[in-house]
């Protein structure tokens, strides 16, 4: 099992539509999560950390489930400029390290 | 626009040539990364550095050759580079290691290579 697993897509959605997409962990010791976003032939950036409680940015709404072990990122009112790769980050529990998913591909659509 | 650079932004090299990345921060972190990013596949970490002090080698072949003079420059030294080794490769800081806190990855923008 990958350590950190997430659905490639493409999710092609239009625009205003919502559209979440899950991110699955194994490591049941993770400690931080974050979602990171990284357009075409650009550097990853960070969208939003994920806490315990859940947390919303704007339209960008985050989720944890510790039980499941998985992490959600909810977007409302998809835009054009929402398009691009979503990578959810896991660190490693009780280490330095980032474990990255391979990201999930979002296109907004006209 | 981000307070990480990186040098070159591309790169192709011969098998036999001995190339390095430079990559630079202006955040005042303490610690630094190298991270490879292959097509279709998760960023992979490489190197971390804390305080100028390599703390992780990702089990990196040693054609790969850190170099870290202090907390504010990190290189990446290549020497006899295979095909399957051109990637982006990218070069982070963070405030503190990752630990249990919360710390924020920023990103250069990374070197393109091409290895023929």
């Known amino acids: 099992r990958k350590e950190v697993e997430q659905d490639p897509g493409p999710f092609n959605v239009p625009e205003g539509a919502t559209v979440a997409f899950n991110c699955t962990y194994s490591?049941?010791?993770?400690?931080?999560f974050f979602w990171y976003r990284q357009d075409c032939r650009k550097e990853p950036k960070l969208l939003m950390s994920v806490y315990s409680s859940g947390n919303e940015d704007g339209r960008f709404t985050a989720q944890l489930n510790r039980a499941s072990q998985y992490i959600s990122l909810l977007i409302r009112d998809s835009k054009l400029s929402d398009s691009a790769t979503y990578l959810c980050?896991?660190?490693?529990?009780?280490?330095?390290?980032?474990?990255f998913g391979t990201g999930t591909r979002l296109k907004v659509l006209a | 626009e981000t307070g990480v650079t990186q040098t070159p932004r591309h790169l192709v090299m011969g098998m036999t040539n001995k190339k390095s990345l430079k990559c630079e921060q202006h955040?005042?972190?303490?610690?630094m990364y190298w991270y490879k990013q292959s097509a279709k596949k998760p960023l992979e970490l490489m190197f971390v550095y804390n305080f100028k002090e390599q703390t992780e080698n990702n089990s990196v072949p040693s054609r790969f050759s850190p170099e870290c003079p202090n907390s504010s420059h990190l290189f990446l030294h290549l020497h006899t580079l295979q095909p399957e080794d051109s990637a982006l490769y990218l070069c982070a800081s963070s405030q503190e290691l990752a630990g249990d806190s919360y710390n924020e990855q920023f990103f250069g923008p990374g070197t393109r290579l091409t290895v023929l």
């Open positions: 955040l005042g972190h303490n610690a």
């Open positions: 980050v896991v660190n490693q529990g009780g280490t330095y390290k980032y474990i």
């Open positions: 490591n049941s010791a993770s400690q931080s």
